[in-house]
Every structure is written in C-alpha cells, then in structure tokens.
C-alpha cells in the first residue's frame, strides 16, 4: 500500500461540477504527476472520449492503484477496444475502469488466467461475484500496458456513475496541471436555411481571424442574412503533455447574451455516436478535421448542451449589427475568446449551397431499399440524421454506396447474391470495403445459402474477395530441437495479409497453453511461468486460421528442464 498524499481542490474546480461530486474519493490511479494524452469527452471517430488517457512515461510496466476502496465487478480481455481491462464497483455507486493494461496484480493474474485455461480462450469476459475480488484504496491492481487498440503506452481512466454514464474524472478532484489556454483552429459561419447567406454564399464560409490582446481574437467583418449557426475547430493542451487534446466547454453570447453552451461533464454511451451530429462530418472526412457546431440540428439528443437560446442558431436581419462571442474553455477555466462582427446585409445574388441530386433520395423517417444485379440494399430509418441524396453504382461484383462522407446512425444491410459462384469458391469467398490506393478491407460476412450479407454504419463501396492465401507463422525465439530453459517467453509471430486472422490454437504436449496475441504487431506470446510442461522434450503445435478457413500448421520440438 503507497501513501495517500491529500491534495487541495480549488475552488473553481468544485464550481464547474455539482457540488454532490465528490472531490476527495477517488486518488489518482498512478504515481507519477499525471500527464494526459486524451482528455474526457474528446472528439473521437464515431464517439466521444469516455476517460483519461493517462501517460506512462512511455513504457510499460507502470503501477496502477486501485482509486477507490470496492469490490472488482467485471474483467474483460479481447484483442480488440481496451484490451486487458479491469472494472471497480465502489460503496457510493460509482466504478472506476482501467484499460490497455499489461498484467494484473499476482492474485487477480491467476484469479483470471485459470479461467481462461477452463476457457482455453485468452479472450474473456469475467463477472467475479461480490466480495470475491476485493481492493482497498491504493493496492496495487495491475501494470500498465497498451494491449487492445492502443496506440501507444498509457492507462485509460474513467469514472462512471450507478446509471454506467461516465464522467469527467477531473470532476472528482483527479488533477492535471494545465495554465495554457486552448488553441484555435478556424471558426466557420453556416447558413441554415435556403435564405440565409454568408458574404453572399450558402455554403460554410470559414473567417478570417485576427489575433488580439491575451492570445483572443477578432474575427474580419462579415455580411450575413437569415438562420446563421457558429462552427469552430480547436485543441487544449496540458502543462505536461504535447498531445491535441479535447475542449472541455465552449459557448457563445450574441449581444452580450448567452446563446449556447455544451460542456463535457457526463454522456451516455447510447448517445456517443451522435457525435456525428455535433461535428461537421463531411468536413472531418475530406480534411480530417473536426469543427464542433455550436447549434443544435434536428435528430441530435445529445445531453451534453445547457442554456441554449433557439438551439444556438441566431437570426441576422438586414441593416442590423451583430457581435458573436465565442468562448473556449478548458477545465482549469483557462479562456479563449473569439470575437465576431456581423453585419446584416441583404444581397439580390446568392450563391446558393450546391446539392448533387440523384434519383435516390433517402430519407430519415423512412426506410430506404435499393435493388440491382446481385445487390439488395436497406438502410431502416433512423438511419440518416437528415433527408440525402445517395450516389448508389452497382457493377459487377461491386456496389458503390455514396461516399463516407454522410453518417448512418444505424447499421444498413447490403446482400450479395453469390449463385454464380461454385461452392468450393464460395468458401474462400468474402466481402469487403474498398478503401484508398485500392486497397480493400475484409467486413463481417454472413453467409446463407447463396446470399452473402454484412450489416455496417460506413457509407462507400463494398465487393467480394476470394482469399486462397494462408496465414503465415514465423518462430522467433524458438527452433528445432533448441534448449529453451532460460527463456521466459515463447515468442511467435503470426500474419494474415488478405481477409486477417480469425483464430489460433497452441498446445504443448497436447496441452493447451495461454498465448496472448497483439493484432498490432501479430506477435503471439506464451509466459513459462504458467508452468505447463512437465517434461524436458517438449511438442509445440500451432494453428492459426483465417476468415475464410485457410489454416497453417507450425510444429516443432524443444527442450526445456521442468
């Protein structure tokens, strides 16, 4: 058990959450003054950040602390999302979750591992009974690592109340030293209605800004008319860290008066992938950049807005003027302003927003089906957030499906009709999406008869793969007939290049043994010390099968002193 150090919790830190949030519960999960790579509520692909991404110094290994005394409700290990993770029930309702951890704390290691061998399965899902597992407020319950889809060493952190929502941990007195103040990127102005314009246009007019006093700026005038809404693209960093971090609140006055505010405090994980609907989502795909709108569309229900005038969007009259504030905070109250003139103009031409139409309109409130060649297409409703105009090609074995430049909320359904094909063809037989430079990506394939199918939330072109290529396995710190007795690892490196690596099986013996797989780098790792040879030669077997079913074999003989 480490010393708990007390710290203080200014004032302004209590002021930004409710003030029945504890700020004094819960200690930092690692000893080492917190440096962040990711902030709650950032804005991510398809969801908002539900944590702290706390660095580790870049390495592995790290102690992590139980935050709060409780009892270990849940452990889940995949290959995929937060990789080795472990979650905290606490007596005043809430959880803490770690993830993309290394190991876990020697009880707990083999709490999990002898069920994985019960399993034989490195990927599980545990739900210890109360009581079963218990930590106390600063035991050490596992090392830090990055399994899972980290990019890089750091221990993710969150916080979640008795409903599952979570919640800022800065809110709870979790400290990150941050004096700097948040950088902007660009501030856009929209028009919203096929009256209103920009400067005389219709589509997003991005402005021109002119730094003032304290790091703020004034926006160059503009002349607008009608429904105008505010866009802004920016970053916080902390004292510690280099990373582009998320904002913690932005809101704007027009006039002097509140307009619309949204604040990263709490969110459901129901509602994170609305996130589309608060981000300019074609902007974000053809310029890999986000601009956070500070207006409320329809079809967005998002619970992270408060204090909202008219959803955020303002009326510009002509002959009238206007000034639009915009205030960017981050959680230590540090302020950016962005100060924007308008001018109400009326203008005889305007060059009105540009819509492609085609002959496939869909339409929020409505399914949409489509049917050509070998392709049945449905997209249910709730799909879109607003009505589109779908660009729908099929050729041959490929249906291109507009661009991923409009979001579906929903999963849509594209059916491939494969009776032209043999069934001996069929079984190397799978779908995928065409990415960039022609590269394509293997989807979830579900196969019936002669109707392949696979449900997903990506617009874009979608064609069948066949895959005749096995998966490949390369020994690294084993051979034939080596002495391995001072190695504490058996290291093997496995790779699919066409539909990937669906599953693998090892044994020693006949034995099955715990290898654990990062996709990332396609290594495979078996740890000695799960202590399951008896017998000084030893039989090593490895299967390794892909999507579609090819399989490889690796065997060989080692030796070891039990």
């Not at 706390?54 to 992590?64: A, M, S």
């Not at 929209?190 to 009256?195: A, G, K, P, Q, V």
């Not at 970053?235 to 913690?248: E, F, H, P, S, V």
Request: hydrophobic residues 30%; contains cysteine.
């Amino acid at each position: 058990m480490r010393v708990i150090t007390l710290f203080l919790i200014f004032s302004f830190t209590i002021g930004y959450c409710q003030k029945d949030i504890p700020t004094d519960y819960f200690m930092n999960p690692l000893d080492i003054p917190l440096a962040v790579s990711g902030t709650y509520g950032e804005l991510r692909s398809n969801h908002f950040h539900s944590g702290l991404d706390l660095k580790t110094e870049g390495q592995e290994g790290l102690k992590v602390y139980a935050s709060a005394t409780g009892t270990i409700s849940r452990i889940k290990i995949s290959h995929f999302g937060y990789g080795k993770a472990m979650y905290i029930s606490h007596p005043n309702g809430y959880t803490t979750v770690y993830a993309h951890l290394q190991k876990f704390s020697p009880e707990i290691e083999a709490y999990i591992k002898k069920r994985q061998y019960a399993k034989e399965s490195y990927e599980i899902e545990l739900f210890p009974k109360g009581g079963v597992l218990s930590v106390t407020k600063g035991d050490i319950i596992a090392y830090s690592g990055n399994t899972g889809g980290s990019g890089g060493p750091h221990l993710h952190f969150e916080i979640r109340d008795a409903k599952a929502r979570p919640m800022n941990p800065m809110c709870f007195g979790i400290d990150v030293k941050d004096t700097k103040k948040p950088t902007i990127k660009g501030v856009w102005l929209y028009s919203l209605d096929e009256n209103s314009h920009t400067d005389g246009k219709q589509e997003p007019t991005k402005l021109r800004l002119i730094p003032i006093d304290s790091g703020n700026f004034k926006a160059e005038g503009v002349h607008a008319l009608g429904k105008i809404g505010i866009g802004v693209s920016t970053i916080d960093q902390q004292n510690l860290a280099a990373n582009k971090n998320g904002i913690y609140k932005i809101s704007t006055e027009l006039n002097g008066q509140q307009n619309f505010s949204m604040e990263m405090k709490r969110f459901s994980f129901s509602e994170t992938r609305y996130i589309n609907r608060l981000i300019d989502y074609s902007y974000y795909k053809k310029k890999r950049s986000r601009i956070t709108k500070l207006f409320i569309q329809k079809n967005n229900p998002l619970t992270i807005y408060k204090n909202t005038i008219d959803k955020g969007i303002f009326t510009v009259e002509d002959s009238l003027s206007y000034t639009v504030k915009v205030f960017v905070k981050d959680f230590k109250d540090n302020t950016t302003i962005i100060s924007i003139p308008i001018q109400g103009k009326h203008m005889t031409e305007i060059s009105k927003k540009e819509i492609t139409k085609t002959p496939y309109l869909a339409q929020p409130t409505e399914n949409f089906t489509f049917n050509s060649g070998i392709f049945d297409l449905y997209i249910p409703k709730g799909s879109l957030y607003e009505k589109s105009y779908l660009d729908i090609e099929a050729s041959g074995d490929t249906i291109k499906i507009h661009k991923d430049e409009v979001p579906l909320h929903k999963n849509m359904t594209i059916v491939f009709d494969v009776s032209n094909y043999s069934e001996a063809d069929k079984k190397k037989l799978y779908i995928g999406r065409l990415g960039y430079n022609d590269k394509h990506y293997h989807v979830k394939t579900n196969k019936k008869n002669n109707r392949f199918s696979t449900r997903t939330r990506t617009l874009g072109s979608y064609s069948l793969f066949t895959d005749l290529d096995k998966p490949t396995i390369v020994p690294i710190n084993v051979s034939d007939k080596k002495w391995m007795s001072k190695a504490q690892f058996l290291k093997i490196k496995i790779d699919d290049a066409d539909s990937g690596i669906k599953s693998y099986r090892a044994t020693i013996n006949g034995k099955f043994i715990l290898m654990e797989y990062d996709y990332k780098t396609g290594m495979l790792v078996y740890n000695f010390d799960d202590k399951i040879i008896t017998d000084t030669e030893n039989k090593f077997k490895l299967i390794v099968l892909d999507k579609v079913g090819n399989n490889t074999t690796f065997e060989t003989i080692f030796f070891r002193k039990p």
